[in-house]
């Protein structure tokens, strides 16, 4: 029986899928899917990125939950476990302390984006964009940026709650998000692909999302498709193995994990599918980024019959699933802090909020220098610890420890997971930072 030092697991066998998938929606391809998908050549930058997804992202994360369940521990106390298991150093055990500063950092630029999010919400839903031009939405949306106050006011109730969440025990702050908010999510997007199969533009915009253009895939758009896929599942920011420490001892995770990976694509499919004929239906055009989540998207909503209402369902749903993913993103650092400093939780989420909080306020507000170092270190770091978390399960760990874990996997499936894990994952992580480097350059 677990004592009251080692997290106790979930009861529900699906809390692990669901909890994964609820976290890789927030943090995928809202912002560069659909546009990436259409100018990048269609079919063949979606089966780059579906496989860099399924060969290389997939097997690392199964590979980060698998040492949280062996570990039992936060993300550095599981490393350690497994380094000194293994009989190595235990400067592998930092890899877990590197993931969880990278996803402090990036949730620090998520806050800034959901409480935009959220705004723009509230903004469609009063009506007061009904009719208006892309002047007048760009306008709109730079007035609310440049109030400072306002801004800060709202991220701080918002990370106020997710502290309280966090606070109570991660049994409850990710049933929560597996059992209530990627639900909701769920019946959000329907409502949305129904209005926007209704109202939308539907054979030019499949055209532009699915024809194979390969004319328009090369080498960039080829990196282009890594990185989102590096991105979309949480790999390399001690995610799984804070998760992978509360996983029932009987679940199969590499099939978990791979479910969830399925339930994160559909999701973000569908998502283009219900951005794009909205687009089209309303001539806007196609970008990335923030000009296409806030000035495209509330444009096209703006102009269609109901499109106040649907715009603001359309916000809520990408607010509610960056604030489920910053609550992911904040969890690593608090179980470092309570299990390994030996903070209550309550104080280790606190003081973790504090440091979110603040590196957002750099990140907005801070001198250009910091704001570009800040933004390729969350970068930069991820694909990082996918690389270490690759290397560490496919060269340094003993196989048997790792089959002892994954002992309900079928044999031929242990040994295509391992041989990506140990070669491919690597290679790829590797080629992306060398080749993203030169190009950053």
Partial sequence: MLDKNVPQPWQGQTTLVFALAAVAIGLGNLFRLPWLLGE???????????????????????????????????????????????GRSIYWS???????????????????????????????????????STIDVAENFTAMIELAQPQWLKALCLLCALTLLLAMGSQYALGFMAWLILPAL????????????????LKPAGEYLFAQRYRDFHLEAALAGMGSAFFTLGAGLGIGLSFGARTPRRLTLLRSVMAAAVIDTTFAVTLAVVIVPLLFATNTAISEGLSLVFVA????????????????LFFGFAALSGAATILALMEPGVMILRREVGLSRWLAASLLALMVFLMAGLSRFGPEWIKL???????????VGLLGIAVFVGWIVPRPIIRGELYREPRWLFALWWTMVRFVAPSAALFWLLRSSFLFE
């Fill in 40 to 86: 990048h050549g269609g079919a063949p930058f979606f089966l780059a990125y579906l496989s860099t997804l399924m060969l290389v992202t997939v097997p690392v994360m199964v590979a980060e939950v698998m040492l949280g369940s062996h570990g039992r521990g936060s993300p550095l106390g599981a490393m350690r476990w497994a380094s000194d298991q293994s």
């Fill in 297 to 312: 998207i509330p444009y096209a909503f703006s102009n269609l019959p109901e499109g106040e209402v649907y715009g603001a």
């Fill in 186 to 201: 769920a019946v959000a997007l329907m409502g949305l692909l129904d209005y926007s199969l209704a109202k939308g533009a």
């Fill in 373 to 383: 170092a800040l933004g390729a270190a969350s970068q930069y770091l991820v694909v």
């Fill in 94 to 132: 930092w890899l877990g302390v590197v993931q969880a500063i990278a996803a402090m950092l990036l949730a620090s630029q998520l806050l800034v984006l959901t409480v935009w999010l959220f705004d723009r919400a509230v903004v469609l839903n009063t009506g007061i964009l009904a009719s208006a």
